[in-house]
């Protein structure tokens, strides 16, 4: 009784996990260019009472064993890249990548972050940066007087100033694409660093048939939590939690007898 009230706690603590990380999904879910995830479990270790595989006369073998499992325990949060919905703003500055690619800002340690949150600013000396300060790679400057402000599909951005026709050409916009953006470090503030799991960033122009993506212009990726599949995981995680306590309880019924044999 004493090992399944150790089993059940596990779990208890694993859904309490799990319910964490749904909270912060919830409470994302209208955070631009936000990641979800998804907690993943593993089983603990197992007592093996009879190994499989042992003999159990000269000519034969255990064939199944009797192994007794330890629980189970959280074992990672998955980030789940699916694109968000996109909605569309009419601001400028408000970008949005249609692929896989992620933005890149300098940060103020010098590291260069990730993002796919694309909602851009002005600066008091017209430089591009986002709600932090934060400046894209490579750095982009507006020059003062630009009557409008245009971004390609490719990352081009072009400005029209006062009494001239033509736009011109005033920066570029280019992406960071990842071999596993699930292996990313989140650090809050819509950023991820490079970890040694996501590996180095291949970096390009957009647009191209490298997966990247486009940039669209006057559109802000939203969150990709589906508010409708974390109230079902709520409900699995809760289903869950309350099972592993009636374990709980039922070890302790148990335990209570077998202390009441003697009187």
Excluded: C, W
């Amino acid at each position: 009784m004493i090992r399944a009230l150790y089993t059940a706690a596990s779990g208890m603590q694993a859904q309490q996990f799990n319910l964490d990380t749904i909270a912060n999904n919830l409470s994302n879910s209208s955070t631009a260019g936000f990641r979800r995830r998804r907690l993943q479990f593993q089983d603990l270790l197992y007592q093996n009472l009879v190994m499989p595989g042992t003999a159990a006369t000269q000519q034969t073998t255990v064939a199944a064993g009797l192994q007794i499992g330890l629980g189970t325990r959280s074992a990672a949060s998955e980030i789940i890249q699916l694109q968000g919905d996109m909605s569309a703003t009419g601001n400028p500055l408000d970008l949005a990548i249609e692929g896989q690619g992620f933005f890149q800002v300098t940060l103020p340690s010098g590291e260069t972050g990730y993002t796919r949150s694309g909602t851009f600013h002005l600066d008091a000396q017209g430089n591009v940066v986002t709600a932090d300060g934060n400046a894209p790679e490579p750095s982009i400057t507006i020059p003062q007087g630009a009557t409008s402000i245009t971004i390609g599909s490719d990352g081009t951005v072009s400005a029209t100033l006062v009494g001239q026709q033509a736009a011109q050409q005033v920066g570029n916009i280019q992406l960071a694409l990842f071999a596993n953006p699930g292996g990313l470090n989140s650090i809050g503030k819509n950023l991820f660093l490079v970890t040694t799991a996501s590996g180095d960033p291949t970096v390009g122009t957009p647009g191209g048939t490298d997966g990247l993506g486009e940039v669209q212009q006057g559109f802000i990726e939203g969150s990709n939590v589906s508010v409708v599949d974390e109230f079902i995981q709520m409900i699995v995680a809760q289903r869950s939690y309350e099972a592993n306590s009636r374990v709980v309880k039922a070890a302790d019924e148990m335990f209570q007898q077998i202390n009441n044999l003697g009187r």
